[in-house]
């Protein structure tokens, strides 16, 4: 299989280039990327939560702004080549992959948690990466099937036998699914030792501390046979080249020195994804997505270069560049005669959610919503004037679009289950029973459970929160702090925690 061509127009000048080298302009940036831009380089990924193993919804953001055709049968071209045939049904506006996308999860052993990555390649053809998120790594799918299934099509492959024969399984592993056979050993084999470094890929989701450094996955270290040098190149979607020191720290591999001028250059922001794809020579091409699914619309023309900049992107005639300008100026014009027209005194819809008076008030449900900070106290938790600062720091920092709900761990929470009064529930979380993600601000890792409606209307989170609890080490008296997002259906939830030192009164559960 040949290796995917992400933006091969982009220049290579390993220049380091800061945020302040040119300007960007959202609106430009949105409408060039769908209305001018070649299909063939567009891409989304889903996350796989939920009843994932019988449908899937293509994010709503690509559905609506997407020019190219979807039709009632899409191809699913899986990484080994072979291609599936999806029914695509429209569903209150949304596009859902139906009848065939199980048979696609099956085959391929896509588990909960895992990402896929989907690029458009004409003709309601789409090519799909796999990545089991635990690992940041791409599934090690066997790039040649050794017995092909009757809903699978043979690709053209040019691959020696030597390394076919050699990994027909030498350790006895197990094959399973009547209409193939797969050896995960032999996957794996193949994969880290046969396959070109070309065609590797890993992830990585922007948590914590990320606009300072990031780590590279330790899977992919330990196996990579490529060469990682002391700098690393990253190419960005619109071809412009960092160079980014690579530190070796505890066994464990950061970039630093640069990244922090890629990531305020390309406004990297919590719960943005980022996939990295090895071209050779310390070098990586970077697709940036943000929670929507779809990549962010990073302009592919620098409208304004300066000397130490070198040009990139595509070449354009000049009408086009005078069209998209005229977009981003009308627009403008129109943003402006809006805020023109707004009265002084209306609150913006994110400052006037949720308000209710300047001070603290406590709900008919035991619940003390803060007005200023945008959070909401379980009944039992009250802050120190220290953690109160804390947490005020934290909502200015974040700026929730949901209200943050603050909890005091007690033995229940961080022996058992976590239980989420019913009056937040009933406001901020799913009407029914839905697999959710768990995640740590500082952390790459993900939990997934299964957030159940109990008899008075709270939430319950049991299995997944209790790993959660036992990898993060949480204790008793701590303060858990819990930011909701939700994302085309999705629901994730980001534990922030404080340690201990909380006051406490009466029960924790009783709401």
């Given at each position: 299989?040949?290796?995917?061509?992400?933006?091969?127009?982009g220049n290579r000048s390993g220049h380091n280039i800061s945020s302040k080298s040119f300007q960007r302009c959202e609106g430009c940036d949105a409408h060039y990327y769908w209305c001018h831009m070649d299909d063939t380089q567009k891409y989304f990924f889903k996350c796989m939560v939920g009843n994932?193993?019988?449908?899937?919804?293509?994010?709503?953001?690509?559905?609506?702004?997407?020019?190219?055709?979807?039709?009632?049968?899409?191809?699913?071209?899986?990484?080994?080549?072979?291609?599936?045939?999806?029914?695509?049904?429209?569903?209150?506006?949304?596009?859902?992959?139906?009848?065939?996308?199980?048979?696609?999860?099956?085959?391929?052993?896509?588990?909960?948690?895992?990402?896929?990555?989907?690029?458009?390649?004409?003709?309601?053809?789409?090519?799909?990466?796999?990545?089991?998120?635990?690992?940041?790594?791409?599934?090690?799918?066997?790039?040649?099937?050794?017995?092909?299934?009757?809903?699978?099509?043979?690709?053209?492959?040019?691959?020696?036998?030597?390394?076919?024969?050699?990994?027909?399984?030498?350790?006895?592993?197990?094959?399973?699914?009547?209409?193939?056979?797969?050896?995960?050993?032999?996957?794996?084999?193949?994969?880290?030792?046969?396959?070109?470094?070309?065609?590797?890929?890993?992830?990585?989701?922007?948590?914590?501390?990320?606009?300072?450094?990031?780590?590279?996955?330790?899977?992919?270290?330990?196996?990579?046979?490529?060469?990682?040098?002391?700098?690393?190149?990253?190419?960005?979607?619109?071809?412009?080249?960092?160079?980014?020191?690579?530190?070796?720290?505890?066994?464990?591999?950061?970039?630093?020195?640069?990244?922090?001028?890629?990531?305020?250059?390309?406004?990297?922001?919590?719960?943005?994804?980022?996939?990295?794809?090895?071209?050779?020579?310390?070098?990586?091409?970077?697709?940036?997505?943000?929670?929507?699914?779809?990549?962010?619309?990073?302009?592919?023309?620098?409208?304004?270069?300066?000397?130490?900049?070198?040009?990139?992107?595509?070449?354009?005639?000049?009408?086009?560049?005078?069209?998209?300008?005229?977009?981003?100026?009308?627009?403008?014009?129109?943003?402006?005669?809006?805020?023109?027209?707004?009265?002084?005194?209306?609150?913006?819809?994110?400052?006037?959610?949720?308000?209710?008076?300047?001070?603290?008030?406590?709900?008919?449900?035991?619940?003390?919503?803060?007005?200023?900070?945008?959070?909401?106290?379980?009944?039992?938790?009250?802050?120190?004037?220290?953690?109160?600062?804390?947490?005020?720091?934290?909502?200015?920092?974040?700026?929730?679009?949901?209200?943050?709900?603050i909890k005091a761990m007690s033995k229940t929470s961080i022996s058992g289950s976590l239980v989420i009064c019913k009056d937040y529930a009933a406001k901020y979380l799913p009407d029914g029973d839905q697999f959710i993600t768990l995640c740590h601000p500082h952390k790459s890792n993900i939990w997934?459970?299964?957030?159940?409606?109990?008899?008075?209307?709270?939430?319950?989170?049991?299995?997944?929160?209790?790993?959660?609890?036992?990898?993060?080490?949480?204790?008793?008296?701590?303060?858990?702090?819990?930011?909701?997002?939700?994302?085309?259906?999705?629901?994730?939830?980001?534990?922030?925690?404080?340690?201990?030192?909380?006051?406490?009164?009466?029960?924790?559960?009783?709401?």
């Open positions: 299989m040949a290796p995917d061509q992400y933006h091969e127009q994932f193993q019988d449908k899937m919804t293509i994010p709503q953001k690509f559905v609506e702004n997407f020019k190219g055709q979807i039709s009632e049968v899409i191809k699913l071209e899986a990484p080994d080549g072979n291609i599936f045939n999806v029914q695509a049904t429209k569903d209150l506006n949304k596009i859902v992959l139906g009848s065939g996308w199980g048979v696609f999860i099956s085959f391929y052993e896509v588990k909960e948690g895992y990402f896929l990555v989907f690029r458009y390649m004409g003709a309601s053809h789409f090519k799909v990466l796999v990545f089991d998120f635990a690992s940041c790594c791409e599934k090690e799918v066997l790039h040649v099937l050794m017995n092909y299934g009757p809903n699978a099509q043979e690709k053209d492959i040019r691959l020696d036998q030597s390394p076919l024969s050699e990994r027909r399984c030498q350790n006895g592993g197990s094959s399973n699914g009547g209409s193939h056979r797969r050896c995960e050993h032999c996957d794996v084999h193949f994969y880290w030792h046969h396959m070109d470094d070309r065609q590797k890929h890993f992830l990585r989701l922007m948590f914590g501390d990320f606009r300072q450094e990031i780590s590279i996955p330790e899977k992919f270290v330990n196996n990579f046979r490529g060469r990682i040098s002391k700098v690393m190149k990253l190419e960005a979607p619109d071809g412009n080249v960092y160079n980014i020191q690579v530190i070796n720290d505890l066994n464990k591999i950061f970039l630093r020195s640069g990244w922090a001028a890629f990531a305020s250059a390309y406004e990297l922001k919590e719960h943005d994804l980022l996939v990295f794809r090895y071209i050779g020579d310390s070098h990586f091409k970077v697709l940036i997505f943000d929670p929507s699914g779809c990549e962010k619309e990073l302009f592919h023309i620098v409208m304004n270069h300066t000397p130490n900049l070198p040009e990139t992107g595509i070449s354009h005639d000049q009408p086009f560049l005078k069209e998209t300008r005229r977009h981003c100026e009308s627009r403008d014009y129109n943003s402006r005669k809006t805020k023109k027209m707004t009265p002084l005194d209306s609150p913006s819809p994110r400052s006037a959610e949720g308000v209710k008076s300047p001070e603290d008030t406590l709900n008919s449900g035991g619940l003390r919503e803060t007005t200023k900070p945008r959070y909401v106290l379980a009944t039992g938790c009250n802050l120190t004037t220290a953690q109160k600062a804390e947490v005020d720091a934290l909502v200015r920092k974040v700026r929730p679009a949901i209200p943050f709900y997934i459970d299964n957030l159940k409606v109990i008899t008075d209307g709270s939430r319950m989170l049991s299995v997944g929160w209790s790993c959660f609890v036992l990898h993060n080490e949480l204790r008793e008296s701590d303060i858990c702090l819990f930011e909701v997002w939700k994302s085309d259906g999705d629901v994730t939830m980001v534990v922030h925690s404080l340690e201990g030192g909380h006051h406490l009164q009466g029960e924790y559960e009783t709401h």
